[in-house]
């Protein structure tokens, strides 16, 4: 699996950009699933037969956070708006990739050596800019153009049993998705992969693709944050753990998941002894909650891979909770939903 995610995660495909991951889950999944579909927005729908139970929706995001340029200088440097969530304090210092393959670097403004450490408290993507090596506007507008889009710089590292790359947001939930389909030979339920786009954005994909398919259940994957029982002095609100095995969302800012769906789960895990974690998330929001409000409603939760660093070029996994939420998924898409 390990593999799979480094593939997954090396790739740039920002929200809007979505074009080369598709292309890359397309070629995975195609030997595995009965039906492809691309719908109007680019979101990936596959379809594989159950034998008779519900519609059963799995969905993963496969755009990631990325950068967009809005203004060159005379001198080559390039002004750049946030793609999704960004802290701008993370970003000096920092690689970026873009779309044509310039490399460049963040730094920011600073006049005054004696305010160079309170200009760094201060950041902001007023005062970030990127250089990418120019030594003119010309030379800058030869690399890069307005509008061209650029994510962190890849590399993904092999850290034993954790791996850490950017992109895990989600691209271990699409991996995720695609290891279980391709174990998955004999499902109970009719199963519906959305590969969705834009999630960073404002959960564009994942609510049409979800209106469309009108499943019964629906489980987004995701990442969530870990706090005080993973890291020195870590969030005392966040309880999640990596290594603790996948996370069975109860609340974050943008839903309550089902109790209905998270017993079905918790009662599975507990069957086959596969580790789980509770998610309560004092922010933030996934795939699940469109999915949820979509047409006359849907029977829906996520399920999370607890992840460090997320929003960053360093998010890290245990490879172990990536591995049980496969190993879940495949008994419950062969397991009765009694709701």
Request: proline content about 4%; glycine content about 8%.
């Amino acid at each position: 699996m390990k593999n799979l995610i480094q593939q997954l995660t090396e790739i740039s495909s920002p929200s809007g950009r979505e074009e080369k991951i598709r292309k890359c889950i397309q070629e995975h999944i195609r030997p595995h699933v009965d039906q492809i579909q691309i719908d109007t927005l680019g979101n990936i729908i596959a379809f594989k037969k159950g034998a008779g139970g519900k519609k059963l929706l799995l969905d993963a995001h496969m755009d990631e956070i990325g950068f967009l340029v809005s203004h060159i200088d005379d001198q080559g440097f390039l002004r750049v708006e946030p793609v999704g969530g960004h802290q701008a304090i993370k970003m000096p210092n920092q690689r970026l990739r873009f779309e044509h393959g310039a490399i460049g670097c963040f730094s920011y403004e600073s006049e005054e050596l004696s305010k160079l450490n309170q200009d760094y408290q201060q950041v902001s993507f007023d005062r970030l800019f990127v250089d990418i090596g120019a030594i003119s506007r010309n030379d800058a507008l030869s690399k890069v153009r307005i509008g061209e889009m650029a994510t962190f710089f890849p590399i993904f590292t092999d850290l034993g049993k954790r791996v850490m790359s950017k992109a895990m947001d989600d691209r271990i939930g699409c991996a995720i998705l695609i290891e279980l389909i391709k174990q998955c030979s004999q499902p109970w339920h009719d199963i519906y992969l959305v590969f969705a786009i834009q999630e960073e954005v404002g959960l564009v994909g994942a609510g049409t693709a979800a209106y469309s398919i009108e499943p019964d259940l629906a489980i987004a994957l995701d990442i969530t944050a870990t706090g005080f029982r993973d890291t020195p002095k870590g969030q005392k609100r966040i309880p999640m753990k990596l290594g603790d095995g996948p996370a069975i969302k109860i609340q974050d800012r943008s839903m309550i998941a089902d109790c209905r769906i998270n017993h079905w789960i918790s009662q599975t895990a507990d069957e086959y002894k596969i580790p789980y974690q509770y998610e309560v998330l004092p922010f933030g929001g996934t795939d699940a909650a469109a999915i949820q409000t979509s047409k006359s409603g849907v029977i829906a939760t996520t399920l999370s891979i607890p992840t460090r660093y997320g929003h960053g070029p360093c998010e890290m996994i245990d490879i172990d909770d990536a591995n049980n939420a496969v190993q879940l998924l495949s008994h419950l898409v062969k397991r009765p939903f009694e709701g």
